[in-house]
């Protein structure tokens, strides 16, 4: 009899099934708390679920390849359940440094089938922006992501940039796209952008601080708090007056 051969589909359907039976479903109720957008979760909590992705990773490249386990990702960020896209990203986060831009484009066009600020953090925060770090050319992205009608791309525009600006990295591209995003009325784009100038004046306070105290008289305000909560109180007293 000849022998199954196994697909990334069946790898993610087994992964699917791990996941609905290890979850918790009072934790579930409490993770559907946190969003305005309605969440599908298996109430598993996160240090646990990226335990049970690891095994998974190291089993899956050593059975088959990196190839394989993107496809695998791939197919778990096609569904609606929080954990199969969380989980994808866990899967990844660790070698996502030696993938190129073929991979690059793939998780871009994960963007779009976002659904809440989780599964866009977590793509965007450990695949998205550790590759724009490696090859710097990649952050002219967030520029045409900036104009896109989808929140999440806008929010991403700024998500992707937070670990260069934790190298004292994309300054010119910070102020250029925050200077985009300032008017931006959506409040998912603007808790981003925030996270994004918060991370900025932390880690390079001398070039930041000058820019607060410029966009202060049309920054939104929430944008401008966030972006002070690192600062010494006369700092922020400073930028936040009116």
């Not at 090859?135 to 900036?146: C, E, L, M, P």
């Not at 998500?159 to 910070?174: D, E, H, N, W, Y």
Request: hydrophobic share 45%.
């Amino acid at each position: 009899m000849a022998k199954r051969r196994i697909t990334p589909a069946h790898i993610a359907t087994h992964i699917r099934r791990v996941l609905k039976d290890g979850g918790s479903a009072p934790h579930a109720e409490g993770v559907q708390w946190f969003f305005k957008e309605e969440i599908n979760s298996r109430g598993w909590y996160t240090a646990e679920l990226r335990r049970v992705a690891v095994r998974f990773r190291r089993t899956i490249i050593r059975e088959q390849d990196a190839r394989f386990l993107i496809k695998v990702a791939d197919q778990l960020f096609q569904g609606r359940i929080l954990e199969e896209k969380v989980f994808a990203v866990f899967l990844l986060e660790k070698i996502v440094v030696d993938f190129g831009d073929a991979e690059f484009r793939q998780f871009e066009s994960w963007l779009d089938r976002i659904g809440s600020w989780a599964e866009h953090d977590g793509l965007v925060h450990y695949l998205i922006a550790p590759m724009m770090v490696s090859k710097t050319s990649r952050t002219q992205r967030v520029f045409v992501w900036a104009r896109s009608r989808n929140r999440w791309r806008r929010r991403a525009a700024c998500v992707a940039l937070i670990q260069g600006t934790r190298r004292k990295m994309f300054l010119p591209q910070i102020i250029r796209l925050s200077n985009m995003l300032l008017t931006d009325e959506d409040d998912m784009v603007q808790k981003g952008l925030g996270w994004l100038l918060r991370e900025t004046t932390k880690y390079a306070p001398t070039s930041a601080i000058p820019y607060l105290r410029e966009i202060r008289g049309c920054a939104p305000r929430f944008v401008l708090r966030t972006a002070c909560e690192t600062l010494p109180p006369s700092a922020r007293r400073k930028i936040l007056a009116v």
